[in-house]
């Protein structure tokens, strides 16, 4: 036998979720993760750690240690999910060492999660700039800081925990800048308790390091010669343009910025789901009550299909694991599933984007980092007959480099006016000789041998 | 009700390169021209091709006339566009890995050069090309095969004084009076012209048919893989002699053939498959494979390069391989601009030029019989398949 | 454990990336880009954005923030191929 019952991609919360529920169904389930270590972003951590970085440690130890009753495949990076009976998942494991590898699974969960979404603003390419969540990989999963003085910027709730775990690994905060301001009354924080303890905590850690929290202000330029010196603050107005006047400089070597998270979709793309709006417009991968996909023996869990958080990715990756054995889930996982997701919905509703964040850039501010692709020319492009990011793609080569527009899509798609249209037939680099060599032999089950 | 758009003496239906040239050469001769697009500029195969302008890969007869007054062209526009189109006169180089296919490359370059086409026997490849394999049996060199960027190429000759495009908007129809074209119907409104040119490359037939008329031009869908960028490795457009039987066939089956080369911006394309599936997006790994394999047996040093990235697109097939161009046969003010299958973006300009002479009364350039729009009869079977 | 970076010897903990192990010695950029000659990397830290390129044991272009560490590692910075 060499195919899997269930082959989970995905090893953070929603995808350990499902694991352990498809494996207590007696699935032969394999995860497989592009991470060396499981737990996704959430649950990032350093070998031996004892969790008192973190938040639900509990619930992770157990997912983890649920682990056993699946394959684990760490370190595989899914290059392309070609859909069949069996669906085929193309990897590539190792690095220097790199070489191909395949997994076939009856049943697919995808549990993909998401990356940080970016804005542009002049000066974001200095060396020093980061995202929010690669600030915060260094701290969990190295236990390093991302640098001496440090502040951050960008919208959401994620600031919070970034800003007191750069404190806490030393660095000096010199402050977090939200550019929206949410409307306590409408702070939905307070519906879901653990939210609500969670947010006390970083405000009490706020405190603690005596890190001032500004909402209606952001970093709208950043400044160094050949690395980041300084960063421009200013107040913003409703609409995220800057108040005149109102711009002031802070020395810092560590700018901490995001504006919120994209789900990675390729693969969901690959195996023909359709791809719906999330909780904030932007896509998603769509899915029914039962977390099922649009295509055939394909589910999907976690931030694929919404940005929500760890709970909510938990509650969809264990309802995947029910449907895809073909199990009914307990009614109470229903119902957490339906107030995470209000809870979703009103956190996007409260930190949106707006759209003042396009006065932030000059001429010259860089849209694509990778095929260096200034304002001016993105703007060109729209004037010569670009009309979503394809067009622009075409027309001035944003996202034509090798993020394939990961991190200039959100920003490039709002310059255009129309949604991003992910599709990266190629989720993974792939050197042309491993391509070149033809489907490897596939990966024994060993979990849940013949019975 | 439909609400009328500004009127023109022409309206060109897409805004790929085919329709850009048409609008670019009927607004050099004096017309005024709409463009109406349903996507946007190149959004549809020329945004999903290569740029090309290949004489190597034709055999005499009327296309690869076409190619050559198309060059000419070409090369006239790279000289007057405002825009850089990334034009790149690289030239082309022809492998054979056999002596016997060597024989053969060499028969198809001397009737090429008795038809106006530059070539050069290369005994060893590898003093054009030093990262080739060694092993091959010999070369021609094709020093007028060339490249453009075509989605830069149909934004440019789209900007001509002249030329209003509309993007978004999709033509579903014609008003005929008295059998002759009075304004071109879109789902925005219409445009009183008295000539409508369907430039709308793989779905010409469905635009012919919204015309009254019909046309077989069928999808054959092609890959291409983009590897990450390097340094100048490789300097001519490279391919196997085994290419040209490719592109001559037309069976539905999956045909690939290696076609290398780098770009000035740093990335190699590796192209491209031929298959006749529909417009069946799904990603085909086989292809891919075989792609990739093809490509590292000419050079051996992409063995450890990776790709980045690949993209899919449609070519607009016809049955004979040959484009379509010329005025309908029975809707009075139709022209046909479409079907040029692997070969629109080497073709456009010739193409461009040939309508603009037809709408304005002028001496076609050259002789445009083996490419009338009425010469399939009734409509091949297989086309539509 | 020790990798070599560009001839230099550099600590670096079992577990940690090749990146990490480059920040913890103090490296912000170490790669330049094609066109502009712009300084990179650390940007996302999670394999997304191409910045951290590195060649590593002679294999290049591979993302430092995915790839853990070996002792003896060598690792080449500078461009991207
Ligand atoms: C860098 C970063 C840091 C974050 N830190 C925090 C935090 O500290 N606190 C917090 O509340 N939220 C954090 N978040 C938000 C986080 O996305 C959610 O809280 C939660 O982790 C989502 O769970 P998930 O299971 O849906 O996805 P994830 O936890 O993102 O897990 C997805 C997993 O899928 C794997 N994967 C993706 N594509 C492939 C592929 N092609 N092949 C193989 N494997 C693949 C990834 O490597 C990853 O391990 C962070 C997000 C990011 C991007
Ligand atoms: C992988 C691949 C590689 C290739 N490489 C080369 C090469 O190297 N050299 C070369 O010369 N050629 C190459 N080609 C072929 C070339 O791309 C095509 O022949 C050429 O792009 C066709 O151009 P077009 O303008 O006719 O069609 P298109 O670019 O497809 O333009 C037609 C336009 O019409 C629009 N349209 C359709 N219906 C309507 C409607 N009802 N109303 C309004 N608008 C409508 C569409 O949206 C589309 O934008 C390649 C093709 C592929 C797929
Ligand atoms: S820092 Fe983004 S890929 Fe490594």
């Known amino acids: 036998m060499t195919v899997y019952d269930i082959a989970v991609i995905g090893a953070g919360p929603a995808g350990l979720a499902a694991a352990e529920t498809a494996a207590a169904r007696g699935a032969r389930v394999a995860v497989v993760d592009a991470a060396e270590h499981p737990g996704g972003q959430f649950y990032r951590h350093r070998p031996g750690d004892d969790g008192s970085r973190h938040h639900h440690w509990r619930a992770f130890t157990r997912l983890r240690d649920a682990l056993k009753n699946v394959d684990h495949l760490a370190g595989h990076r899914v290059w392309h999910a070609e859909p069949g009976e069996p669906h085929t998942l193309h990897c590539l494991v190792g690095h220097a060492d790199e070489r191909p590898t395949t997994v076939r699974a009856q049943h697919l969960i995808l549990a993909t999660g998401a990356h940080d979404r970016s804005l542009p603003f002049p000066g974001w390419d200095l060396p020093g700039v980061l995202t929010a969540g690669g600030a915060q990989a260094l701290w969990k999963g190295h236990g390093l800081t991302a640098g001496a003085r440090a502040v951050v910027a960008g919208t959401g709730p994620f600031l919070l925990p970034v800003a007191t775990g750069l404190a806490a690994s030393g660095a000096t905060v010199h402050g977090v800048f939200d550019a929206n301001r949410p409307d306590r009354r409408v702070l939905p924080l307070a519906t879901d308790p653990a939210r609500a303890i969670e947010a006390a905590g970083y405000a009490a850690a706020l405190l603690r390091h005596r890190i001032p929290y500004r909402t209606g202000h952001a970093v709208i330029a950043a400044h160094g010669d050949g690395r980041l010196e300084e960063v421009t603050v200013a107040r913003l107005d409703r609409d995220w343009r800057p108040l005149p006047g109102t711009g002031r400089t802070i020395t810092c070597d560590t700018l901490a910025t995001g504006y919120g998270f994209t789900p990675q979709l390729e693969l969901a793309v690959h195996l023909g789901c359709a791809l719906t709006e999330g909780f904030d417009g932007t896509p998603v991968a769509a899915v029914d009550a039962a977390q099922a996909t649009t295509a055939p023996r394909v589910w999907a869990a976690g931030e694929t299909c919404g940005v929500g958080g760890a709970t909510l990715a938990i509650v969809t990756g264990a309802l995947a694991g029910y449907a895809a054995t073909g199990a009914r889930p307990p009614a109470s996982l229903l119902r957490r599933r339906a107030r995470q997701r209000r809870l979703a919905a009103a956190l996007a509703a409260a930190w949106p984007v707006r759209d003042g964040w396009k006065s932030w850039l000059t001429d010259d501010t860089l849209i694509c980092r990778c095929e260096e692709v200034p304002h001016s020319r993105v703007e060109q492009a729209i004037a010569a007959g670009a009309r979503d990011t394809r067009g622009l793609k075409l027309l001035s080569r944003t996202g034509m480099g090798r993020c394939q527009g990961r991190v200039c899509g959100y920003a490039a798609a709002c310059l255009v006016g129309a949604p991003e249209r992910p599709d990266r037939p190629i989720a993974q680099p792939v050197r042309l000789g491993d391509l070149a060599a033809g489907d490897t032999a596939p990966i024994h089950p060993r979990a849940g041998a013949d019975t | ?385 | 454990m020790n990798i070599t970076v560009d001839g230099r010897t550099v600590p670096a903990e079992e577990g940690q990336t090749i990146a990490a192990a480059l920040h913890a010695d103090g490296l912000r950029a170490w790669r330049t880009t094609r066109v502009g000659a712009r300084p990179r990397g650390l940007f996302c830290g999670i394999g997304v954005c191409f910045d951290c390129l590195v060649t590593i044991n002679g294999r290049a272009s591979i993302r430092a923030c995915l790839a853990p560490a070996r002792d003896g590692d060598v690792v080449t910075t500078g461009g991207e191929r």
């Open chain 2, 1 to 385: 009700m439909v609400k009328p758009l500004g009127g023109a003496d022409v309206v060109v239906v897409g805004a790929g390169i085919v329709g850009a040239a048409v609008a670019y050469e009927c607004a050099t001769a004096g017309l005024t021209v709409a463009v109406v697009e349903r996507d946007q500029v190149s959004g549809g195969t020329t945004g999903a091709g290569e740029g090309n302008l290949l004489v190597s890969d034709k055999e005499p007869g009327p296309e690869l006339d076409l190619a050559l007054l198309s060059l000419r062209r070409w090369r006239e526009w790279a000289e007057t566009l405002d825009t850089d189109i990334e034009y790149e006169p690289k030239g082309g180089l022809v492998v054979a890995s056999t002596a016997a296919a060597l024989a053969s490359l060499t028969a198809l370059a001397e009737g090429q050069r008795a038809a106006g086409v530059e070539t050069a026997a290369v005994a060893d490849p590898r003093t054009l090309e030093p990262h080739l394999r060694d092993g091959t049996a010999g070369a021609v060199h094709y020093p007028q095969d060339s490249q453009v960027m075509p989605s830069l190429a149909a934004a440019e000759l789209l900007r001509r004084p002249g030329i209003t495009v509309h993007t978004g908007l999709t033509l579903t129809g014609l008003t005929l009076t008295g059998g002759k074209i009075t304004a071109a119907v879109t789902d925005a409104g219409t445009i009183p012209t008295g000539a409508v040119v369907n430039a709308a490359g793989t779905w010409a037939a469905e635009v012919a048919a919204r015309c009254g008329s019909e046309l077989p031009v069928a999808p054959r869908r092609g890959f291409v893989l983009v590897t990450e960028p390097l340094p100048r490795m490789i300097r001519h457009k490279v391919y196997s002699a085994d290419y040209v039987a490719n592109v001559a066939a037309g069976t539905a089956g999956l045909e690939t053939s290696p076609v290398v080369e780098g770009t000035a911006a740093g990335p190699v394309l590796i192209g491209a498959s031929r298959e006749r599936v529909g417009f069946d997006k799904t990603v085909s790994v086989p292809v891919l494979r075989r792609l990739a394999a093809q490509a590292v047996e000419l050079f051996p040093f992409l063995t450890d390069v990776q790709v980045m990235r690949a993209y899919r697109g449609f070519r607009p097939y016809t049955p004979d391989h040959l484009p379509i161009i010329g005025a309908d046969e029975t809707v009075g003010g139709l022209w046909h601009a479409c079907g040029h299958e692997g070969a629109g973006v080497g073709l456009a300009a010739a193409t461009g030029l040939l309508v603009a002479q037809g709408l304005t009364g002028g001496k076609p350039a050259l002789d445009t019989a083996a490419f009338r729009p009425g010469r399939f009869g009734r409509p091949v079977e297989e086309a539509h398949a």
